[in-house]
């Protein structure tokens, strides 16, 4: 295994198996872990939302014999370049911001920045290119989504901070990882309606739930650095938390998919994912850190399964 910097390139908190490793030159390393490349849950994450707002958005476009399969799936494939690209570039800022606290962290402490394998100036050339990649990305949609998706950069801007000021830093991460559920709606109609908006408050919600399982990893390095968070907040009564907050996810998106006028199988996908929250709730243990890693993750399917729902839905309504 090379050595590099005077450790072996990795980092504690992502698979040492991946993809990065194995594929990439040893040099590249930082920057895919700048990125997140070995973690592709992040993107995921933040893709859900782009696809299920495209998705019901095409249904609703089907009903009104607007529907076009080839924009359709373009704007899917950007939806994924584009998730892949800023959620990249998100997570080099948070490292350059959060340089100090991660050196404190240690889950974190192998990473790029405080390692010393990667300097503040290259960091912030990276987040530039990647930058570059997401402005490509949205000028391929219309300027009512190319404005919509530059006001998001403010939200991006000020989430890093807001573990330093608010026990709520994860309302402030939902508000940036949920955008793409107003994107995807943009992009087809070139306005908003209250079906993308009530998908986007339903998508912060869920943020927030899958996130608070997610910081109960770093709640004792938390307290001692004083960094703030729902897991702090919540405690032992994260689950009743949990209970309101997906419960409160999948009333908002029934509500979303009644005012768009999706069909069947996206109520089925919401009946799915709901029988999925109830799992994580119930096998929850918050003092498991790998355990409480996994059933984050188990969020992407979560996402999969209510975007199958929208899909199947819209097969259904085409003529």
Not at 85 to 94: D, E, L, P, S, V
Not at 95 to 100: G, N, P, Q, W
Not at 145 to 155: D, E, F, R
Request: hydrophobic share 55%; net charge positive.
């Amino acid at each position: 295994m090379q050595q590099i910097g005077g450790i072996d390139g990795r980092v504690a908190d992502a698979p040492s198996n991946n993809w990065v490793y194995r594929v990439l030159p040893p040099w590249l390393w930082p920057y895919a872990q700048l990125a997140r490349w070995d973690r592709p849950i992040g993107w995921q994450l933040l893709m859900w939302p782009c696809f299920w707002s495209a998705a019901m958005a095409a249904n609703a476009a089907a009903h009104l014999g607007q529907f076009s399969g080839r924009q359709l799936i373009f704007h899917l494939v950007l939806y994924f370049v584009g998730s892949v690209a800023m959620r990249g570039a998100g997570c080099t800022y948070n490292d350059l911001v959060d340089h100090k606290i991660d050196m404190e962290v240690a889950r974190t402490r192998s990473r790029p920045l405080p390692s010393g394998r990667v300097t503040r100036t290259q960091a912030k050339v990276f987040i530039v290119l990647q930058a570059l990649v997401g402005l490509l990305v949205v000028l391929q949609l219309n300027w009512f989504s190319v404005i919509l998706g530059v006001v998001s950069l403010a939200i991006v801007a000020l989430y890093p901070f807001a573990k330093r000021f608010t026990d709520w830093p994860q309302f402030f991460l939902g508000l940036a990882f949920s955008w793409g559920a107003l994107m995807g709606w943009a992009a087809i109609f070139g306005s908003l309606s209250l079906a993308p908006i009530l998908l986007y408050v339903a998508s912060v919600v869920w943020t927030i739930g899958y996130d608070t399982i997610y910081a109960h990893q770093d709640k004792e390095d938390d307290e001692l650095i004083g960094v703030r968070s729902t897991a702090r907040l919540f405690g032992d009564k994260t689950k009743q938390w949990l209970v309101g907050l997906y419960g409160l996810t999948l009333v908002l998106a029934v509500c979303a998919f009644l005012v768009a006028g999706v069909g069947l199988f996206a109520y089925l996908g919401l009946l799915i994912a709901a029988g999925m929250f109830a799992w994580q709730i119930v096998t929850l243990d918050i003092n498991d850190g790998d355990q409480c890693l996994a059933l984050f993750k188990s969020n992407n399917r979560v996402g999969l399964i209510i975007f199958l729902g929208l899909f199947l839905s819209l097969l259904f309504v085409l003529p």
